[in-house]
């Protein structure tokens, strides 16, 4: 059973304050996407990264894949209140369509 | 249309009843995927369709859940005789390339069955 394990599950934390969300699997990915979902809506894709080591930065997030395409973290800089939301990796498995989900980090920034 | 559409956004059903789910995917998109998502989680994959095909059908929970995309375009998630457990949001994804599938999702449904 391919899995792909967030962490934390649950982060609150004070705006301007830096955080890390983590995204493990034994599982080699060729491309893993992270997405944001805010409430009533469906997730929106932030970034697909592809090549080992990778690196992509948007704005005050930054990206990075694992070296061996089975991790991957984000982090966020200066945390505001317009990052809140739920954030989702999911990784695509060579020859294969379907994508493998985190089960998400909830995040809430306080103003 | 610019993005994914679906409707209805909410649904109320009694237990029992069917209820249909329509999914409108962007235009041109080849491929399209659904979801079922319980708060505060990831979604779960139910079905999956490349063009009016359904090539994955592994996710579904039971016989009562049935997909069609019958012109490659719109596609409609039925549920007979719902039951409590059916109760969550439904996402449908399309996405245009096999390559990074990367998936542009609609709103979703709530659905709650009483």
């Known amino acids: 059973t391919q899995l792909l394990e967030q962490s934390p599950q649950f982060l609150s934390i004070q705006e301007g304050e830096n955080l890390t969300v983590y995204c493990n699997s034994s599982?080699?990915?060729?491309?893993l996407q992270w997405y944001r979902q805010e409430p009533g809506e469906g997730p929106v894709l932030l970034v697909t990264?592809?090549?080992g080591g990778e690196v992509k930065k948007l704005k005050r997030l930054t990206f990075q894949f694992g070296d061996a395409r089975k991790d991957s973290s984000l982090h966020i800089t200066a945390a505001q209140p317009g990052d809140t939301g739920l954030y989702l990796c999911?990784?695509?498995?060579?020859?294969?369509?379907?994508?493998?989900w985190g089960a998400g980090t909830k995040l809430i920034i306080k103003p | 249309g610019a993005g994914v559409s679906q409707s209805p956004r909410y649904k109320v059903a009694k237990r029992g009843q069917d209820v249909a789910l329509r999914c409108d995917p962007i235009?041109?998109?080849?491929?399209l995927f659904w979801y079922q998502q319980a708060l505060g989680q990831g979604p779960e994959f139910l079905t999956y369709f490349q063009n009016e095909a359904q090539l994955d059908k592994s996710g579904l929970p039971s016989d009562r859940f049935f997909a069609e995309r019958p012109e490659g375009s719109v596609s409609t998630l039925k549920i007979q005789r719902t039951q409590q457990e059916d109760s969550a949001v439904y996402l449908c994804?399309?996405?245009?390339?096999?390559?990074?599938?990367?998936?542009?999702f609609g709103p979703g449904t709530r659905l709650t069955v009483l």
């Open positions: 990264v592809v090549t």
């Open positions: 599982s080699v990915f060729s491309s």
């Open positions: 235009s041109g998109h080849v491929s």
């Open positions: 994804a399309s996405s245009s390339t096999l390559s990074y599938n990367e998936q542009f």
């Open positions: 999911a990784g695509e498995l060579d020859s294969n369509y379907q994508l493998i």
